[in-house]
């Protein structure tokens, strides 16, 4: 398989040299306008182009059919490492996408700990690649937009109250913005000059 054009960008093969999976064995590239990406034991961070039937699963929308690249990264390319499920990503924009679709949020502080567990494996990852592809001399924020997503399964009880602090927080220690919804739509330049605007 070729490597694909935003994968060569960042010099991710490059970068990631030496780990027990090389990352053209960990990606897979689609243009279709609509799919979806599933986490599973099996497959890991996988695309699946037909209708899912399944609640835990992460919808995107891609209308410019430009080739999306999923790198499955959580016990595929890295193991043993709290980390992030996956990233979606194009020439342009960079998705971390953490999955906790198997988390029920029986409680307040369930939910919460849910989350807080998410982002703590969304910065570990954002640190971890940022300190590889600078020692290929790059700099990752500045070549990607880059948006963090936890996906929850329906049934999960979220509470929109939480969510708002935990994403502002999450913006304010970062400067990327956290997502909670089960759809990612291709962050245009002009959507992240608005977050930036926000943040000040």
Known sequence: MAIPQSVQ???LCYAFKGYKQKVEDCISVTTETEFFIEDNIENKCTVIVESPTDDKICKVINILSSEAV???????LISN????????????????IEFKTNAEGNSNKAVSDTYDKAISQLKSTIDLFETKLSTVGLDFRNLVNISCHIIVAETFPRNNAVEITKAMDFA????????????????????QAEFDNQRG
Do not use: V
Request: aromatic share 8%; net charge negative; hydrophobic share 40%.
């Open 172 to 191: 304010d220690k970062t400067l990327i913005p956290l997502n909670f919804d089960n759809e990612i739509e291709p962050l245009s330049n002009n959507k």
């Open 70 to 76: 999923l790198l499955a990264i959580d016990n595929k």
């Open 81 to 96: 490492r709290e980390i992030a499920d996956g990233a979606l990503f194009n020439m342009d924009d960079f998705h971390f």
């Open 9 to 11: 960008n960042l010099k």
